[in-house]
């Protein structure tokens, strides 16, 4: 039987007091995804992952690296460096190869020697971990991983023109002798390095 006409307008009204609801409720298939938060520019950056080695000498002439720190004395930061000098060079003998790199300076520096002495028992060089003994420099502050133990580093590329990698580092004491490649000083200090991470991109 037909319902009273006051009835339909009842129900009629029901359904589209309802309708925003239901619309709000099930969510739209067109809706953008939310934004993502940046990503941390000490983040190692996404790598070509080419491994092309030099068939001769290459001097690097400038570079970007990056460094997210924590120290003992209770600084913790995250420092960029972009488009800075570089002094470092491939070199190859035989089968032996190394990679020297001073990137920065003593507000902020970055030292690397990659070595890969196959003619002593090293495995040859390629893309992955690699012996490479370090150094940081913060604030004139240099911290000295010179025997290679408390950092690993990645080869995440090498090709003629440049050479970039990443490294991660837990308790590295500071230097106790002037050795910092980056100052005058040495950056002496009883301070140690509680953790490192972060990337270096150098190019000729």
């Known amino acids: 039987m037909t319902a009273p006409l006051a009835l339909r307008r009842v129900r009629l009204a029901a359904i589209v007091l309802a ?43 400038t570079a970007d690296f990056a460094i997210n720190y ?12 972009e488009k800075v000098v570089a002094k470092g060079t491939f070199e190859k003998a035989g089968r032996n190869v190394q990679i020297g790199l001073d990137l920065g300076d003593g507000a902020l520096g970055l030292s690397v020697a990659v070595i890969a002495f196959t003619d002593d028992g090293d495995k040859p060089l390629a893309l992955g971990q690699v012996s490479a003994p370090m150094g940081i420099s913060i604030k004139d502050e240099y911290f000295d991983d010179s025997i290679g133990q408390a950092c690993k580093v990645e080869l995440t590329e090498l090709t003629a023109t440049t050479v970039a990698g990443s490294f991660a580092c837990e308790d590295v004491a500071g230097a106790l002798d002037p050795v910092s490649p980056f100052s005058s000083g040495g950056g002496v200090t009883s301070t140690r390095l509680v953790r490192a991470t972060g990337w270096f991109r150098a190019s000729a």
């Open 19 to 61: 309708a925003p609801l239901l619309v709000a409720c099930s969510g739209s298939d067109d809706e953008p995804p939310a934004a993502k938060a940046p990503a941390s520019p000490c983040v190692p950056p996404k790598s070509a992952g080419t491994y092309a080695e030099p068939t001769g000498t290459v001097t690097y002439a």
């Open 70 to 81: 924590a120290t003992s004395a209770g600084a913790a930061e995250c420092e960029v460096a």
